[in-house]
């Protein structure tokens, strides 16, 4: 097999474990309410936040090798360069962070509402960034001479805040029976075993045993153990600490939390302990080259959004060699800190929403409180909260508890806004009511409100016929960033489609539009879109080939322009209107535009 059909074929294999969520999540699972708490998790699932923090001695070459610069993920340069091994670990005869404070860093995750810490002790170029007797490619043996995680260790027990160790358990770029490192050594002579027995296990276990008690441990990249050794590892770790965490990617189906891809949140609620990963930026390491930062807006909707559906955000950052954190990562959090500090109890201890999103944002719920974040305001300034069948005792502001106007009418809860909401980028409303909601969460109808600019029909809300498909697309933008866009895939015949139920809160005029992906080779085909029994055939656009390894285009196609006469429940169809050559097209969304 060429070398690189092998690389595509593990960068498949890859893919397929980033991104199973949909076979492992069941859409809309009704069993989500009977959600119950594992008391060793309880502290993951309240926390709700946290750091992930990749250094190592890719922070020192920070994207770039001989005077090439890499655009992508930093901390995969060594493979991506095929650089030896040799070469490679000159970098830690220079690596010496002098600027390292392990109680500034932690003062910073507390200012920023932050509850763990994970950080990289290994990564996959094999280098320990700790004190290490299985393996002399350690902090110890260079110019800094200390040990930044045991300082960390000992700053985060001050500062209440839970410690984990993120570990790559089969990829060891530095060592001859290590996983991935093809270019200085043969695969066929490799031992995966003598690898996991000399180096990896040890060191997992030095970190169990030496650095207090640890909240997680972080696995990524399983390889090259069977579903029993993967087992006795974790007998291994238990026996050192029973109480700590291990992730889903530990592989083989086990672990105690579960992570998705790299980058992807779920569309829908999930049962359960699990987290979202996402970075600052689109490298993990320190890159020279990576300016993407996300902003602090960006961040608080993320959060909102993940909390919403029952999980931890944890977010990295990428320090510097010299020891210090971007100063675009530390603004960031500070900032998000700020927003925590008056809104957290929206957030912290919270589960997740039981009423589906709506225009205006999502919801967290505390027994007897359901938390509405508004992150956009209706032009009119009413919120329309749908699917509360309980009694209304108080609705107020969380910032100010100022009470606000509401009225109730079924299960439809109308709310009067101030003019000025408190906070621009997310107002938390405190709606405090007596017995249990019903999850609406599950079937509610997608709300659309001509008092907001669009409504977006996203398409883990429709309900798929024939063979059609809703699943993850993913695709990394320059190496390895990966994104993930949920779309419908698979219509290729009249019998396969989307159907929606739609909430049209008032009558008005509304413009539909199809956000998709195609092909050029497969555009022109027939679509057809219904509204009720009103139909508008379309012919489809050319946006640009799906490839994993490029940014996927979208276009948005305008296909109908429809009267609402009445407010109330329409169906909304998308489904081709032939046999197709191929997929009509990766549907992301509809979007449907009051008319102005
Ligand atoms: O630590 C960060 C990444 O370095 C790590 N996970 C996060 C938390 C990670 N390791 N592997 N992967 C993510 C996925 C690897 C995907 C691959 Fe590829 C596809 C390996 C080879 C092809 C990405 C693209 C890396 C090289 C090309």
Known sequence: MSLLKKIYLVALLVLCEYSSYAQIVERWDKSVSNQKVDEKSKWFQDAKFGLFVHWGLFAQHAGE???KRYYGISEWVMNRGKIPVADYRKLAQQFNPSKFNANEWVKMINDAGIKYMVITAKHHEGFAMFGSKASDYNILNTPFKRDP???????????????????????????????GNEWDFIEKNKDYKAYYNSKSIPQIKELLS?????????????????KEETQSLIDDARKIQPNCLLSSRVGQGLGDFRDFGDGEVPSTVVKGPWEAIFTHNDSWGYSKFDQNFKTPAEIIHLLVSVVSKGGN??????PKADGTIPEASVKCLKAVGGWLKINGASIYGTTYGPIAPQPWGVTTLKPRKLFLHVNKVPSNGVLLVPGLNVNIKQVSLLS?????????????????????????????????YDGQITDSYLDAPVVVSPRYPECSLEVIKANPSGNTKIIPVT???YFGDWKHTTCATD??????????NVQFTEPGDYKIMLEYNCPIENSKQEGLLQVGDQKFYFETLGSGSYDTWRPLMFIKQSVAMISVSASGVKTIKVSPVNEGKAELFKLSKIIIEPVK
């Open 491 to 500: 219509m290729q015949s009249p019998s396969d489609g989307i159907t929606y």
């Open 65 to 67: 090798w001989k005077e």
């Open 475 to 477: 695709h990394s933008l």
């Open 400 to 432: 100010n508890k100022n009470k606000l106007l509401w009225k109730k009418d079924k299960n439809l809860l109308t709310i009067t806004l101030p003019t000025k909401l408190p906070d621009d980028i997310n107002t938390v409303i405190v709606v405090e």
């Open 149 to 179: 995680m045991k300082e960390l260790s000992v700053a985060c027990k001050k500062g209440n805040v839970k410690m984990g160790f993120y570990y790559s358990q089969f990829l060891d770029w530095n060592e001859p029976n290590g996983g």
């Open 313 to 318: 955000l944890m977010l990295n950052v990428g």
């Open 210 to 226: 030496n650095y207090g008690p640890l909240g997680l441990i972080w696995f990524d990249m399983p390889g090259g153990l069977s």
